[in-house]
């Protein structure tokens, strides 16, 4: 391995385009919802991509979340050194207003953070 990435890891749920966001109640719709490995993931999925040996570690759960980033990351060739976790992190962008909003579920803590760069480098 060449580059260690160490951070949060998100799997992101994507929907676009949105034109505005929901009122109390009310269902929208949109043309396409995407599900992809954010935070963190993103930089090493890039640099494997670009023939760069990388891996990354985070604090990822052993729920379904943390099953489906672990296989998308896989695809991508990202060796994952995976610490346990509670839950994976989860991300809804939703892409609007020509920007994009975040709501977060799951944010790991510091500890967590630390004890995933310290089990990699051990």
Do not use: H, W, Y
Not at 40 to 67: K, M, Q, S, W, Y
């Amino acid at each position: 391995m060449q580059v260690l990435v160490i951070g949060p890891a998100f799997l992101d749920v994507v929907a676009a385009p949105v034109g505005r966001l929901p009122g109390p109640g009310e269902e929208l719709r949109t043309d396409a919802v995407a599900l992809a490995p954010g935070g963190f993931a993103i930089a090493a999925t890039a640099l494997c991509r670009l023939g760069v040996e990388a891996a990354l570690a985070a604090p990822i759960g052993d729920d379904d979340a943390g099953r489906f980033l672990a296989l998308s990351l896989q695809a991508e060739g990202v060796p994952l050194l995976r610490s346990g976790s509670k839950r994976t992190p989860v991300t809804i962008a939703l892409n609007t207003f020509g920007d994009r909003g975040f709501l977060t579920a799951g944010f790991p803590a510091d500890e967590e953070l630390l004890l995933a760069g310290r089990i990699a480098l051990d």
